[in-house]
Every structure is written in structure tokens, then in C-alpha cells.
């Protein structure tokens, strides 16, 4: 079993829509989550970060953590074209690895 | 403000051939992440380095890999006798070793695309 499991889609929505991407994970010792963006032939670009249970949001989008279920979730709103790209989670305990699922493919359709 | 530079941006090789890659780190961050990525699949952990010690090394890296942070400033990843299973983007990160009151953000750079023929 993969510390990180993540749906790799492809995901198709048309612009406007609200997005939801999710992550499970298995190991209760991991701390801090986080989303990445990855555009084609690009490094990822980090998006958002959480710290335990609980959500953040940052514009258009919100980041959502569930230590209780391991699962964690980045939702978008108002998807626009320029969204589409590869969206990556990420966990570590702290400072150390980072531990990656496999990646959306996210396509906003015009 | 400058970010993770890495060089060269793709670099093809022939079966055997040994290469060497470089990143520089932000300039403030002590800590420093190699990780690959193959397509279709989400980057995996290498090893990092926290100024010049190498911390952690995965199972990933094979003897033919070697990695060096000399100063604890920039970083080489070298691979030996290369083979056409390691043809992949190859990232490079840095972070801060000490809570920034953000977290442990790792901020990566454009990576380097290798393709051994």
C-alpha cells in the first residue's frame, strides 16, 4: 500500500465549476499537508500548506485536512482555464521528505 | 527574490555515460531536497541535505548515484554508468530547517529533464 494514495483522473470540468481534488494517506505521524501545482515539463509550484485537522483557504482556493480519516482535500473555486494543470499532495512529519501522491490531471474547459 | 535554479534544464546521454547536475537553493535555506519524477507519477525523495551533511538517503539511490552539498551552498546529484531506467525529471528543493511560521515549505525548482538514449 502507498503512504499516499491520490486519484490520478484525468479530471474535466467546465469553467466555473468548483474543483474538489482529494488525498488518503496511512501514516498517523504525518503533520503537515500540502498542494502543489505542476504544469507541464514544469516544478511544482506550491499552492497552499495545512498544519493538522482543520481548513485554510487562500482566494479561490481552500485547503481541508481530516487527521481522523487521513484524508485530505483541496477544493477550487471558480475554475478558470489557466487552473489546468497537475495538482500534486504532499505530506511530511516536518522538515524532513516530503512523501507525494501520484497527481491529478485537472482540465478547465472554456 | 530568487528561487531554486537548477542547470542544465535537459540534458540527453548516451547509455554509460556519466552526468552531473547542479541546483542552487534559495539563498536563506539550509536544507536542500533531491527528488525524481517519472511521468505520470508524482516526485520521489532521493535524499536531502541539511547545510553540508547529507541526512537521509532513499533506497532509490543506487551506488551509481552520488550527491554532494560542498559549503552547504549548492548541490551536485551525479549519476554513474547511466541506463535508460533512470530518464526522468530529476527536482530539485530547498527549505528552511526552522519553523517560519508557515511550516516546512519546500520550494522547488525547474528540474532537469534527462533522457539517456
Known amino acids: 500500500q502507498k503512504e499516499v494514495e491520490q486519484d490520478p483522473g484525468p479530471l474535466s470540468v467546465p469553467e466555473g465549476a468548483i474543483v474538489s481534488l482529494n488525498c488518503t494517506y496511512s501514516n498517523s505521524a504525518f503533520q503537515y499537508f500540502m498542494w502543489y501545482r505542476q504544469y507541464s515539463r514544469k516544478g511544482p509550484e506550491l499552492l497552499m500548506y495545512t498544519y493538522s485537522s482543520g481548513n485554510k483557504e487562500d482566494g479561490r482556493f481552500t485547503a481541508q485536512v481530516d487527521k481522523s480519516s487521513k484524508y485530505i482535500s483541496l477544493f477550487i473555486r471558480d475554475s478558470q482555464p489557466s487552473d489546468s494543470a497537475t495538482y500534486l499532495c504532499?505530506?511530511?512529519?516536518?522538515?524532513?521528505?516530503?512523501?507525494f501522491g501520484q497527481g491529478t490531471r485537472l482540465t478547465i474547459n472554456p | 527574490d530568487t528561487g531554486v535554479s537548477q542547470n542544465p534544464r535537459h540534458k540527453i546521454t548516451k547509455r554509460g555515460q556519466n552526468v552531473t547536475f547542479r541546483c542552487d537553493p534559495i539563498?536563506?535555506?539550509?536544507?536542500l531536497y533531491w527528488y525524481r519524477q517519472t511521468l505520470g507519477q508524482g516526485p520521489e525523495f532521493l535524499t536531502y541535505f541539511q547545510n553540508e551533511a547529507q541526512l537521509e538517503k532513499s533506497r532509490l539511490l543506487s551506488d551509481r548515484f552520488s550527491a554532494e552539498r560542498p559549503k552547504g551552498s549548492f548541490s551536485t546529484l551525479e549519476i554513474q554508468r547511466t541506463e535508460q531506467g533512470d530518464s526522468a525529471m530529476y527536482l530539485c528543493a530547498s527549505s528552511s530547517a526552522f519553523r517560519t511560521g508557515k511550516g516546512y515549505e519546500q520550494y522547488f525548482g525547474p528540474g532537469t529533464r534527462l533522457t539517456v538514449t
Open positions: 504532499a505530506i511530511s512529519q516536518g522538515a524532513q521528505k516530503l512523501v
Open positions: 539563498s536563506e535555506h539550509n536544507r
